[in-house]
């Protein structure tokens, strides 16, 4: 990257590009604590609710389903608007909707919570990673991306074992009014102090520090944009790798890992929740490593395909319910985890099969097969497993995401470039 000119204020370009990824970073963290959270308090909801293992799916599940529905709205509004005001919004809605649900006295009270937790947060992600996009150099996209799930993994690690203590201490009720409260603070925070793009803070763009020509906007209206986005044939397959392999992973991790743990090998739920903590720990940390590799590899599809194989293999003594010792189950778990972000690199992925212009529109469209497949798998895990146990209910998951690794194979290869633009 060529030596910016002197009258540039580096270290207020530095900090406002941290400012601005911290900030909206801590909004995707409480994200991620409520994707998964209703694993290490599914006995808890059971009880308080008289729930099934059905209305318990379709509880946890309602929070995708609405996530799902906003991915592609989000992503254009945040190519019109900026992510800075989208995602304040959206923290006062998410937290609204987790104080309703540490408060909901019904089961009906408690969807309408969790409904408003998953709009709220929806919009988190792809507003992150469209900062990311202007905030840092083009050849570091991938390794931020492993940085933003290494974030958001946090508050996966935050909703497992610690929420499991936490709940011990206090209540599942507390725990969320709390949430709720500091996702109010967060945007009252990003409001104020995030930027959208270094010209809003009347500094040169990345693009321009690198002595590369400005990416050109796009003039049409917003749905063409969209259709532009849908239209094009190599926009899909990240999108079926999302739905397959990473639906299938936040399905299991996000619900049935406990349940399956106390039930099939008779775990405490303290032990089945340090089993998942670490796999997500595992996730974490291999989504930095992922990220970084394809970066410095130059390649996508490749590093997606070899690492959603290993992910394939760990479902298979899953399914077939083999016997776990200590060590077997915990190797297990992090292998699990570690294998999981084969899925993430569909992001960069897309955003280089796309004009720059409509990135978030095409990161978002990718990013609703991630939701879209536990909307579906979870609710639908419930109703095998109320019926036929977990062998076969976790057989779904497993075969969902053998789909999403044949998905991968079809993923172009744009060797960390983006096609659409001449000399990128």
Sequence with gaps: MPAPTPSVDLARLRRLRWTSFALVGAAYVLSFFHRIAPAAIAGELRAAFSATGAQLGALAATYFSVYTLTQVPTGVLVDRLGPRRIVALGGVVAGVGSILFG?????SAAAVGRALVGLGVSVTFVSLLKLVAAWFREEEFATLSGYVMFMGNLGAILSAAPLAWAVGVTSWRNVFVAVGLSSLAGAALTFLLVRDRPADAGLPSMRALAG??????????????????????ATWPGFFVNLGLGGAYLSFAGL??????TTVHGMTRDRAAAHTTLMLFSFALSSVVVGRLSDRLGRRRAPAVAIGAVQMLCWVPIVLGVPLSPLAGFALFAAMGASAPGFTLSWAAVKEVNP?????TAM???NTGVFLGPTIY????????DRAGFGPALAVLAACAAAGLGAALLVRETRCRNVTVPGA
Excluded: I, K, M
Excluded at 226 to 232: C, E, K, T, Y
Excluded at 256 to 261: F, G, K, N, T, Y
């Design 103 to 107: 408060r909901a006295t019904t089961l």
């Design 212 to 233: 590369r020509a400005e990416e050109a906007p796009h003039l049409g209206r917003w749905w063409e944009g969209l259709f532009a986005v849908a239209r094009n044939r």
């Design 256 to 261: 049935w890992a406990v349940p399956w743990l």
């Design 356 to 360: 720059p212009a409509l990135s978030g």
């Design 364 to 366: 978002a469209l990718v």
């Design 378 to 385: 979870q609710p639908l895990v419930g109703w095998v497993l």
